[in-house]
């Protein structure tokens, strides 16, 4: 009877005939009986029915399609600490410097720790870290990395305000702010530098604002001694650091409405008359006065969930081909210069073109597709007499053809069909997947130039075991990487790319890929300049060049080097060979270097990275002691040191304590996401039969108590 | 006195009844969500178990070692899961996720041991078996589901831990891992092929 009531709506009308029934119930005894079970059917009901509307609610408020669980504890989705950004960029030349200022706001009640990672540009050098509280700015120092945690730590404890920024990746960081007050507010200024790229006539800066969640390979260690615990992966055997770079990736309709958004304000001076400023990553407001621009979002605060991209163009013609800076440091000259090789067409080569296409979890959203369109697009450059074979991985590598097979166009119309179907999930197993790509054999027909496309958004945290990985099974080959996504790790393209003696490129949405495949596949023909050889004016000092052996020069790339201890005069000459073997050289007057500043710093961060490259060659850990003796020197961060910044004074009082919180990064836009909140499993059942088991019981005894005198 | 003691008494029973309702109503909801099971397999349509029901069945959990079966519904949210396990798939074809109450139908969890057979029927009725490779204790402060990371084809089942605790929002939960299991006839098809 009741399930039957329970499971038909259609006998609901049966309690309001019972209800309206209710004047003449007065005379049946029978009707009284039924009006009483049927109200408290209707009570039944009502309970059934009620946590249905209370939670349709809740779920209108979702976006549709969209990945996400329900979570009761809505605190936790609103971090205590809220985060505001500003990037300051000063653009000057070749050189683009930075003044990152975040603030970290404490809404709770308590005293917080704010804990946040982040990436900056890949090949940016931190300088400087500042720390404002109210009207008080501290200069933070440089300490080696160990001894930074010990001062930072003391400092947390003894209720200091303080500060500390470590690199963890050449791009990704951890800043940390201790002791922020309740209801205010600390503001921690980073300070780097980067260098601007210029490629294909076209200059470009790129400012991460995010990072796509990292897959960890390898088995989770054993449970960490969690005291820096700051991410959701666990330490593995081959990444060993992360807990420390995994941060919790959060939509943005999950952190509080101002938090994580950026201003951005970036100042041009490029010395040239300037074209044209774009980005294709958000739309613009600028102005331009000849050779200076003044260059901001459209929006005031921009959603920090995606790469900002500008590029600008000198007016046609003014393309520089050279380019030579200099400055004077602690009574040190530093130089920089550019230079750009002939543009010449080789002749065409019989290629044989391995594509790997990252198919992991990360790529899932648009980057697969654009993934794939890139993959297509690919195959379109393929000519007759080229050879070919595609692989995807993501748990498991997987090869389309057993070897490379001829560009012909049932092969070509398997792949494309192939390709189509890819879907994006699992791991990020990049290891199986070079592995494959550079041991495969030759396909049959003769001589070929043997390249890779790797297809990926580099979301690893292995990047260093990768690197090696490609630099002993590379051979002949050349290995070019394509960056997907809002948010890649440029890092791993860019050197990828390097230890794979190729070229990268980043395609930033679907929009975007003709133009940068062409670019890249136009590049891939042939390197323009081999053998180069660089040669200073000797004025009978050892030089230290950074980089000290530059690689092949491809299409529209110029080689950038810079040396400590030459004075601007005599004459830089550049040579190498040509495609066809033909020998080109040119020669560059340095007195007249433009003055520029920040060369020591990008000086010294090339010796740190050349270091760094020494020790993966022999096999060994870089040299610490070196490194951080440079990294003291010129104030510049390196893995091996870190920016503290300690107020003596204490500012919270003893009796006071301090919650810890680790402020989350955004979803890169268009990605899907990959975490989930584990949902409340629990109910209040055994909570509520407890305690009216309990208070049935006692309620029993004292009625038991109260009858036994009046018996 | 009397007044006190009969409003002592109201109280416990209503707040007893609260408590007994809702085993009994994950009880009940299953029978009928094995009837809308039932229309959704012959009919092959998302038959709602109840008219106003915001969820429907998508599968039938099988656990041969307990000898336990279930109606599991779509989505994870608080309101399928008073009812039945949820069900969310990440992805085209990512893992799936099962999540229940500890107190009600995912009660049976904790007798599960690795190594122990864990079946899904799907609405084509497709049978899937899974073997558990896996059970973990997390802290769901500290870590989330990362679906990218597990292989495709995954399952996950969830629960809060440990089952014993009155405390409902806890932060600890239960996860079983079960990675598909694939009859041998059905490989050496491929092979002969």
């Not at chain 1, 041991?439 to 297809?455: A, C, H, L, T």
């Not at chain 1, 003696?501 to 323009?528: C, K, Q, Y």
């Not at chain 2, 899937?128 to 995954?154: C, F, M, P, W």
Request: net charge neutral.
């Amino acid at each position: 009877m009741l399930l039957s009531l329970l499971a038909n709506p259609a006998v609901r009308p049966d309690l309001f005939t019972a209800r309206r029934a209710k004047p003449a119930a007065k005379q049946s005894r029978w009707l009284r009986m039924a009006e009483g079970i049927s109200l408290w059917l209707a009570v039944l009901l009502m309970l059934f029915v009620h946590p249905l509307y209370a939670e349709a609610r809740q779920m209108d408020m979702e976006q549709p399609g969209q990945l996400y669980l329900m979570n009761d504890q809505s605190a936790r989705q609103q971090p205590a600490v809220i985060l505001d950004s500003e990037f300051q960029v000063h653009v000057s030349g070749l050189l683009a410097q930075t003044r990152l200022t975040r603030t970290f706001r404490n809404a709770s009640d308590q005293w917080q720790e704010g804990i946040f990672v982040f990436p900056l540009p890949d090949k940016a050098t931190v300088y400087g870290l500042r720390m404002t509280i109210g009207e008080r700015e501290i200069v933070g120092h440089i300490e080696p990395k160990a001894k930074a945690r010990q001062t930072y730590e003391r400092a947390r404890q003894a209720g200091q305000h303080a500060a500390t920024l470590e690199q963890h990746r050449p791009n990704l960081f951890t800043s940390r702010v201790a002791n922020i007050p309740p209801g205010e507010s600390v503001q921690v200024e980073i300070r780097y530098q980067q260098p601007v790229a210029y490629k294909h006539g076209e200059f470009e800066l790129r400012l991460p604002t995010t990072l796509t969640p990292r897959y960890m390979p390898g088995d989770p260690l054993a449970e960490t001694q969690g005291q820096w615990q700051s991410g959701w992966a666990l330490a593995t055997t081959e990444v060993a650091d992360a807990h420390e770079i995994s941060p919790f990736t959060v939509r943005p309709q999950d952190v509080d409405g101002g938090s994580h958004r950026a201003r951005i304000g970036i100042e041009i001076e490029s010395g040239l008359a300037l074209a044209d400023v774009s980005s294709p990553s958000h739309r613009l407001h600028t102005e331009l006065d000849g050779a200076r621009a003044t260059v901001r979002p459209e929006q005031e605060k921009v959603l920090m969930d995606r790469d900002v991209i500008v590029r600008w163009r000198p007016v046609a013609g003014s393309e520089p081909k050279a380019a030579v800076f200099h400055q004077t440091w602690q009574g040190e000259d530093y130089l920089m210069a550019m230079v750009l090789p002939l543009e010449t067409a080789g002749p065409v080569l019989r290629r044989e073109l391995v594509f790997v296409i990252d198919t992991s979890g990360s790529m899932a959203g648009d980057a697969i597709a654009q993934a794939r369109s890139a993959l297509l697009k690919g195959l379109e450059t393929l000519r007759p007499g080229d050879s070919f074979n595609v692989i995807q991985f993501n748990s498991q590598a997987h090869a389309l053809f057993a070897q490379p097979v001829p560009a012909e166009g049932h092969y070509l119309a398997r792949a494309r069909r192939y390709v189509q179907d890819l879907r994006a999930n699992g791991g990020t197993e990049m290891a199986g997947a070079l592995s494959l790509a550079l041991g495969m054999d030759s396909g049959p027909g003769g001589e070929r130039v043997r390249q890779v496309v790797f297809i990926t958004d580099g979301a690893v945290g292995n990047e260093s075991a990768l690197f090696n990985q490609i630099r002993s099974g590379l051979a002949d080959r050349r290995l070019f990487t394509v960056g997907i996504g809002s948010a890649p790790n440029m890092h791993f393209l860019r050197e990828a790319a390097r230890w794979g003696r190729g070229e990268f490129t980043a395609i930033h949405s679907g929009a975007e890929v003709d133009r940068a495949l062409n670019r890249l596949f136009a590049a891939m023909e042939a390197p323009v300049l081999t053998n180069l050889d660089v040669r200073w004016p000797d004025q009978g000092q050892p030089l230290e060049p950074v980089p000290a052996r530059p690689g092949d020069l491809f299409r529209g790339t110029p080689l950038v080097q810079v040396v400590r201890g030459l004075s601007a005069a005599g004459q830089l000459q550049v040579s190498g060979q040509l495609p066809g073997g033909r020998h080109w050289s040119t020669s560059l007057d340095l007195a007249q270097a433009a003055p520029a500043s920040g060369l020591n710093r990008q000086w010294a961060r090339g010796r740190i990275d050349e270091l760094t490259d020494a020790a993966r060659l022999q096999g060994q850990t870089p040299d610490e002691q070196q490194i951080t003796e440079l990294s003291v020197r010129h104030g510049v961060i390196s893995p091996f040191t870190s920016f503290v910044v300690v107020e003596q004074r204490r500012a919270r009082p003893e009796t006071e304590s301090a919650g810890s919180q680790s402020i989350p990064t955004l979803l890169p836009a268009g990605s899907q996401p990959g975490m989930l909140r584990y949902p409340q499993t629990a109910t209040f059942a055994p909570l509520f039969t407890a305690l009216g088991l309990l208070g049935l019981m006692f309620s029993l005894a004292i009625a038991m108590l109260n009858r036994r005198p009046s018996l | 006195m009397s007044r006190l003691l009969l409003l002592l008494f109201g109280c416990s029973a209503t707040v007893l009844m609260f408590g007994l309702w809702i085993p009994f109503k994950a009880l009940v909801a299953q029978e009928l969500l094995a009837l809308a099971w039932a229309e959704t397999q012959a009919r092959q349509v998302q038959a709602r178990p109840w008219p106003w029901a915001d969820t429907w069945p998508v599968a039938k959990l099988e656990m041969p070692e307990l000898d336990v079966s279930m109606i599991v519904l779509d989505g994870l949210h608080g309101e399928s899961l008073a009812f039945g396990p949820g069900k969310l798939v990440a992805g085209a074809d990512g893992p799936v996720i099962l999540a229940g109450h500890r107190d009600t139908h995912f009660s049976h969890l904790q007798h599960l041991a690795p190594g122990n057979p864990v079946r899904l029927q799907g609405q084509d009725q497709h049978w899937q078996d899974y073997r558990v490779t896996s059970i973990r204790v997390v802290d769901s402060r500290k870590e989330l589901i990362n679906t990218h990371a597990l292989a495709a084809g995954t399952l996950l089942l969830v629960t809060c831990y440990p089952f014993n605790s009155m405390d409902a929002r806890g932060p600890l939960r239960y996860v079983v891992e079960a990675h598909p299991v694939y009859a041998l006839e059905q490989k050496d098809t491929v092979a002969a092929l």
